[in-house]
């Protein structure tokens, strides 16, 4: 009999373990891959947190009350106020602890932010090498508990099944290993901290509404969790804020697949010079605005979340290169090779059969894109154009909206309780992590560090509260 089974190794999993263990439980940690660390093998591990110890030796004023209302301000009120506020509230001290534990933050952190909406303060970290910094302080730790015989930890194990009493309380977990076997354990409480679905395509198309285009998730983010949570009573929310990023460059037609490179559509690193063109040859958005939210937003809204950057042989002459990392003359490379995400014609009708835009939008947006460049009033408002798009050959890079994080999951309350559609709660069953859903804790929006930090608090948190009080 245990006092807490923990089910998934990953960023909840590994605190609770530790702040269980530390604490006296007697902790069994199952996990199905062959390693502990779970998405930090594979995140960027960016953390928020206001009121640390860092931003006070360096000089900065911050608090969780500011921190919230930039979350409420960039999610546009979309999150969940009680997990929000759960998480923000008890970020400092979980910061606070990784790093007397060994974790270094960037020289320069904290930062406003990167990649995403920036913050009002600087109050954004991450580690040299993304989230295995975090996974690196906290992985050998486990593994001392474990070497201690505090913690009896088994790899390879994927939980089947939550086994329940009469009441329909939670009192064990049946998990089965690499051979088949399957063993059911016991234990006073569950803690599911199995990440999300991300690598499933078939469970992700059918929570996000849109296939499953990026194959850089955690393989093993396929939605056990919410399979378990929703067999005993639990049920799965915060489909309203299933998220895209704006863009990835794929050069296949073949999904899930991985991205080739990076194409730098943030004008405040690279001005456009381009257009954005959906499947309508329609722009949807002022390319050079500088909030990466509104096109991300924007792009929500466009058939199949695709849309193609579109611009003639002046402009790929003259333009300071758009993909990171790449010379002018991959460029050209690239485009006479015809992958699937780059084309290029003598008119603008070829290139628009060869991409499947509609011809007729595309020579109306381009015609008026050419109005704002000649006589400064862009019908979108845009003020970086330093160039019409004129003669052939023209050119499209195919970009595709797509996510790697899990906006919907299983619901709990602002303790952390699993419960049932009528606000009952599933005894003895606790869930963290992106088994929650990016969508609770960051919205329908990128809040920067409002994933990592919040499943690293919210395993602290279970993992105090669940070890038994000593006598």
Not at 99 to 107: A, C, K, Q, S, T
Not at 129 to 150: F, N, R, T, Y
Not at 187 to 202: C, K
Request: include cysteine; proline fraction near 5%.
């Amino acid at each position: 009999m245990y006092d807490i089974i923990i089910v998934g190794g990953g960023s909840a999993g590994l605190t609770a373990t530790i702040f269980a263990a530390e604490r006296g439980a007697h902790v069994l940690l199952l996990e199905a891959a062959d390693v502990l660390g779970g998405t930090l093998w594979v995140a960027t591990g960016q953390m928020s947190a206001a009121g640390t110890r860092l931003q006070r030796e360096r000089g900065i004023a911050d608090s969780p009350d500011a921190h919230f209302a930039d979350v409420i301000r960039i999610s546009r009120g979309t999150i969940n106020p009680g997990l929000a506020r759960l998480a923000i509230d008890n970020a400092a001290a979980t910061f606070d602890w990784l790093m007397e534990r060994g974790f270094e933050p960037l020289p320069e952190h904290p930062i406003k932010g990167f990649g995403h909406e920036p913050y009002s303060e600087n109050r954004y970290y991450w580690g040299e090498k993304g989230g295995v910094s975090v996974k690196d302080v906290m992985v050998p730790i486990v593994e001392q508990l474990v070497a201690a015989g505090k913690v009896d930890l088994r790899l390879k194990h994927e939980a089947t099944a939550l086994r329940t009493d009469a009441a329909g309380d939670v009192v064990g977990v049946t998990a089965r290993d690499a051979d088949g076997v399957e063993t059911s354990f016991e234990g006073a409480s569950v803690v599911l901290t199995t990440g999300g679905y991300a690598a499933d395509p078939a469970m992700f198309a059918a929570l996000s509404g849109y296939p499953l285009y990026n194959a850089a998730p955690y393989p093993f983010s396929r939605g056990a969790g919410l399979r378990l949570g929703e067999a005993v009573g639990g049920y799965l929310r915060g489909h309203e804020n299933v998220f895209n990023n704006f863009g990835t460059l794929y050069n296949s037609d073949s999904f899930p697949a991985r991205a080739l490179a990076t194409v730098e559509t943030f004008p405040e690193r690279r001005e456009p010079w381009e257009i954005y063109v959906n499947v309508h040859g329609q722009r949807f958005i002022r390319e050079d605005i500088r909030s990466v939210d509104a096109r991300e937003m924007a792009l929500s809204e466009q058939p199949d979340r695709r849309y193609w950057i579109v611009f003639d042989q002046a402009i790929l002459d003259e333009a300071p290169p758009m993909i990171v990392g790449w010379s002018r003359e991959q460029m050209v490379q690239a485009f006479a090779e015809d992958g699937p995400a780059f084309a290029h014609a003598d008119t603008l009708a070829g290139l628009a059969a060869i991409t499947g835009i509609d011809a007729d939008g595309l020579a109306k947006s381009v015609a008026g894109f050419n109005y704002g460049v000649q006589t400064g009033n862009d019908f979108f408002g845009r003020t970086h154009a330093p160039r019409a798009i004129g003669a052939g050959p023209f050119y499209a890079i195919r970009m595709q909206g797509s996510s790697i994080s899990s906006a919907v999951g299983l619901a709990v309350d602002d303790t952390l309780r699993v419960i049932r559609p009528d606000g009952s709660v599933v005894g003895n069953l606790y869930a963290a992590g992106e088994l929650l859903g990016s969508g609770q804790t960051m919205g329908k929006a990128a809040c920067g560090g409002m994933m990592v930090t919040p499943a690293l608090t919210f395993g602290r948190l279970l993992g105090e509260r669940l070890a038994p009080v000593a006598a």
